[in-house]
């Protein structure tokens, strides 16, 4: 079965600075999607960004991007010009290309404080 | 609607009494997810609809709990004999097709069961 790990319940950064969120994974498929989200105090899943297993290039979103190794089944979430709205729970999740189209598998997350 | 919406917001009930969660998805979003999430916890899948019909319902931890979507639209999770393990932050999610095809789920703020 696919687990996802989040080593870091919480971290702090101060505003313009750079964090970064740890993922790692384990699973026994070469096909799949990795995703992280973002959960405000609103509960409102958001969607952040997301890689596809395939792609070498690391996905980037504005301010955020990804360091993907596939090899070590990594999935680190960088946080570049960290803004106070950043602050919230954060989740990395896994998607078997092949398998259930709705078994997203989820983290424990990580709570991203952000200090002015 | 703009975005997914979920009723109640927040439900307290007593053990053993019988509970309904609704969820309104995206209009035209074909696919309905809903989510568990417990207190700490990252979501946690329960069950996916492909239009009217239950594509995996593999997550409803038992026979307790069941969901419908009936036109294809709204989707109602329901809960009889509730326990006080029910407790969490149900979230339901819709995406225009299956999520390997679009690569996001758009998420509603959830609704909170309390049982008591």
């Known amino acids: 079965a696919q687990t996802v790990t989040q080593s870091q319940p919480e971290m702090s950064v101060q505003e313009a600075e750079t964090v970064t969120l740890s993922c790692t994974y384990d699973?026994?498929?070469?096909?799949?999607?990795l995703f992280w989200y973002k959960q405000p105090p609103s509960r409102q899943m958001i969607l952040v960004i997301r890689q596809e297993a395939y792609k070498q290039q690391n996905a980037t979103e504005n301010r955020f991007s990804v360091n993907f190794q596939k090899a070590a089944k990594s999935f680190s979430l960088k946080i570049s010009d960290s803004q106070l709205g950043d602050a919230a729970m954060y989740f990395c999740?896994?998607?078997?290309?092949?398998?259930?189209?709705?078994?997203?598998?989820f983290g424990k997350g990580t709570k991203l404080s952000v200090k002015p | 609607g703009a975005g997914v919406s979920q009723t109640p917001s927040n439900k307290v009930t007593e053990k053993g009494k019988y509970v309904e969660l609704r969820c309104d998805p995206i209009s035209g979003h074909t696919a309905l997810y809903w989510y568990r999430q417990s207190l700490g916890q990252g979501p946690e899948f329960l069950i996916y609809f492909q239009g009217t019909g239950a594509a995996d319902d593999s997550g409803l931890p038992n026979d307790r709990f069941f969901a419908v979507r009936p036109e294809g639209s709204v989707s109602t999770l329901k809960i009889q004999r509730t326990e006080r393990g029910d407790s969490a932050v149900y979230l339901c999610?819709?995406?225009?097709?299956?999520?390997?095809?679009?690569?996001?789920?758009?998420f509603g703020e959830g609704s909170r069961l309390t049982v008591l």
């Open positions: 699973t026994s498929e070469s096909d799949y999607y």
């Open positions: 999610a819709s995406s225009l097709n299956s999520l390997q095809n679009t690569g996001e789920l758009f």
């Open positions: 999740a896994y998607l078997n290309y092949g398998g259930s189209q709705g078994n997203l598998i």
